[in-house]
T-cell receptor, first 114, second 115 residues
Framework: NAGVMQNPRHLVRRRGQEARLRCSPMKGHSHVYWYRQLPEEGLKFMVYLQKENIIDESGMPKERFSAEFPKEGPSILRIQQVVRGDSAAYFC????????????FGPGTRLTVT | AQTVTQSQPEMSVQEAETVTLSCTYDTSESDYYLFWYKQPPSRQMILVIRQEAYKQQNATENRFSVNFQKAAKSFSLKISDSQLGDAAMYFCAYGRETSGSRLTFGEGTQLTVNP
């Protein structure tokens, strides 16, 4: 059973461009979470999704950030008009329906904004 | 809101010795989970150990064990017989016992293992 997959692993964008980060949960997992880790800090929750539904986006910045988890395909975290402060590692985690507290993390996507 | 505090930004231990990493948390909930995650230089987040708040018995996973003090809201990680591969950033995390609970992380403790 493959783990949580994230791609790309590294992404470089210039200020003002869009960044798209992808996450494929573990097989059989129906919950997806996105976290952001700024340099020298712990992980901070951004958004929690189930298939076709955003359940909790209270940690997501109000502007420029959006997330989706379509019926088919990976979950996408989209950052529009990136700024230098968006440079961070973005982690996706997934959990099974009956053990939502058991989160398995992907390897992360390191976003660098130049 | 729940908060997790790790008061030791850095710790070091000699190989084969024992080290304890501290974590305190704040919550008004009675049912929750606590976790220790390890983040090596690869940056992959690896679950080390999990504790259910309703269990009085401290969790143990091989050389890793916790000291869970619910009343004091304390959750420390003990690593016995430290190995070079234990060197990493360690994060304490809190999660509620509800469906789809986010995790709240501490700021981390960087552990160095000296040969």
């Amino acid at each position: 059973n493959a783990g949580v997959m994230q791609n790309p692993r590294h992404l470089v964008r210039r200020r003002g461009q869009e960044a798209r980060l992808r996450c494929s949960p573990m097989k059989g997992h129906s919950h997806v979470y996105w976290y952001r880790q700024l340099p020298e800090e712990g992980l901070k929750f951004m958004v929690y999704l189930q298939k076709e539904n955003i359940i909790d986006e209270s940690g997501m910045p109000k502007e420029r950030f959006s997330a989706e988890f379509p019926k088919e395909g990976p979950s996408i975290l989209r950052i529009q008009q990136v700024v230098r402060g968006d440079s961070a590692a973005y982690f996706c985690a997934s959990s099974p329906l009956d053990r939502a507290y058991e989160q398995y993390f992907g390897p992360g996507t390191r976003l660098t904004v130049t | 809101a729940q908060t997790v505090t790790q008061s030791q930004p850095e710790m070091s231990v000699q190989e084969a010795e024992t080290v304890t990493l501290s974590c305190t948390y704040d919550t008004s909930e009675s049912d929750y989970y606590l976790f220790w995650y390890k983040q090596p230089p690869s940056r992959q987040m690896i679950l080390v150990i999990r504790q259910e708040a309703y269990k009085q018995q401290n969790a143990t996973e091989n050389r890793f064990s916790v000291n869970f003090q619910k009343a004091a809201k304390s959750f420390s990680l003990k690593i016995s017989d430290s190995q070079l591969g234990d060197a990493a950033m360690y994060f304490c995390a809190y999660g509620r016992e509800t469906s789809g609970s986010r995790l709240t992380f501490g700021e981390g403790t960087q552990l160095t293992v000296n040969p």
